[in-house]
């Protein structure tokens, strides 16, 4: 390949953002512009010669416009090889000119469903045009420029201005890998639509597109490579967050920080303000407050040795006082919903913490999947959108829990679904005091909670541990009644749990001989 001449250009667009100073630039190296409907008017209006498509091809546009480019004069002037005899003697005979530059981007069908459009009106907004001719210039790029974002286009004129009016063979080749994967991203789209309408949770075939948002300077470890890419769900989070301040994102900050804010979401659900600090996807203390300050507070206690480098998830806007809080411990990463001014200006005195505002918090409830890579495939499934309720609650115990306890339990279990599993997590006062994550065996899990617990109470100088009068919860059953001896053991005075197990008789008479009180849930949350 070689640099190749633009002679003629067709623009058809749907955004027009640029194309006026973009059509000039060509005109200016004396391209013939080829255009339809609202593109050709636009540039007319700016006071460019411009040659409608209609007459192009010698046939006008019909059916409400879906059919225009639908041509042999314009896919053959798109796919004909230069290089070729019987294809240029073909496009001679039939009286088709080459096109060397195509700029088509397409009907706005992502925005139409994200606004909730009818479905007759998403299918409107489906092109069928504009992806025949992207996909027909991108195929013959040896011969032919194709452009489907406006960010392109001054790469495109700097190149023309260099060669007088070409384009490289590199470039070419660099604009129809995008070019495809643009149509191969708007195909996903409707793919996913469509399989929504039909009710189609899993469908026959999986179609996955995602746009890059960061390239990262390396993966969870140096010599991993990774980026960061949005997929366009309405869901508010890292993928909506602006960065204030702050050096760049990690892969680990990144995914660190969506399990922060996903919990602090969750917790939302209590109608106080909320605090979640996340260590390694896992939280190291969380909590509840009559203000975000106090919450802050509650959640570092239970944990802040694991705390120091953290990430720091508010369920609110953040406050001058709150942010001074936080800034007295080195912390990785603050999220929430906005920062006020006071609390943009204390952050700012730590050049390095990475302050992200989402303008909103996440629907835990809401419909959404989840995917995961394994060898040779993904695993896809349904968010875990699961809440317990109180009346939803079994107890299998003489005792029923204390409304403390149960007001504890529920925030605990709240927690603990978003704890790697196996996981233990004892609470008291609506605060995390000790949790046990991600061991193989739930006895482990207890133990480990346990003893973080006794050490958040050294480190505060208290004379018991912190789980002396808590309440624990286990994200699944507890297979024996030994996890749960342990918990007692621990000072914890009340259990949630699923249930379910082969064993749960024994686990319920352990739980009565120690003076428990237990509820059952009836649903898990493993997190793996």
Known sequence: MSETPIKRALLSVSDKSGLIDFAKAL?????????????????????????????????????????????????????????????????????????????????????????????????????????????????????????????????????????????????????????????????????????????????????????????????ENPHQQAAFYVTG?????????????????????????????????ELAGFQKPAVAIIKHANPCGA?????????????????????????VAFNGPIDGATAEEVTKVFTEVVIAPAADADARAVFAKKKNLRLLVTGGLPDPGAAGMTLRTVAGGYLLQSRDAGRVRASELKTATKRAPSPRELEDLLFAFAVAKHVKSNAIVYA?????????????????????????????????????PLAKGSVVASDAFFPFADGLLAAAEAGATAVIQPGGSMRDDEVVAAADQAGLAMVLTGMRHFRH
Request: a neutral charge; hydrophobic letters at 45%.
């Open 27 to 219: 005109a200016r190296h004396g391209v013939e512009l080829v255009s339809t409907g609202g593109s050709a008017r636009t540039l007319r209006d700016a006071g460019l010669a411009v040659r409608e498509v209609a007459e192009l091809t010698g046939f006008p546009e019909m059916l409400d416009g879906r059919v225009k480019t639908l041509h042999p004069k314009v896919h053959g002037g798109l796919l004909g090889r230069r290089d070729k005899a019987d294809h240029r003697d073909a496009m001679a005979q039939h009286g088709i000119g080459a096109i060397d530059l195509v700029v088509v981007n397409l009907y706005p069908f992502e925005a139409t469903v994200a606004a909730g459009a009818a479905f007759d009106d998403c299918i409107e907004n489906i092109d069928i045009g504009g992806p025949a001719m992207i996909r027909s210039a991108a195929k013959n790029h040896a011969f032919v420029t194709v452009l489907v974002d406006p960010a392109d286009y001054p790469a495109v004129s700097s190149e023309m201005e260099r060669s007088g009016g070409a384009t490289s063979p590199e470039l070419r080749r660099r604009l129809a890998a995008k070019a495809y994967a643009r149509t191969g991203a708007y195909d996903a789209a409707i793919a996913g639509w469509f399989a929504g309408q039909l009710g189609e949770m899993f469908p026959e075939r999986l179609v996955v597109a995602g746009e890059r948002r960061q390239l990262l300077r390396y993966g």
């Open 287 to 311: 909590a509840l407050g009559d203000s975000l300050v106090t919450a802050y507070r509650k959640a570092l206690a239970c944990d802040p040795v694991s705390a120091f480098g953290g990430i």
């Open 428 to 464: 008291r006062e609506q605060a995390t005091v000790g949790i046990g994550a991600g061991q193989m065996s739930r006895l482990d899990s207890s133990r480990i909670a346990a003893r973080k617990s006794d050490d958040a109470a050294k480190a505060m100088g208290l004379p018991v």
């Open 233 to 265: 769900e309405r869901r508010f989070g890292i993928a909506t967050a602006e960065q204030v301040q702050g050096k760049e994102l990690s892969y680990n900050n990144l995914n660190d920080t969506d399990a922060a804010f996903e919990l602090v979401a």
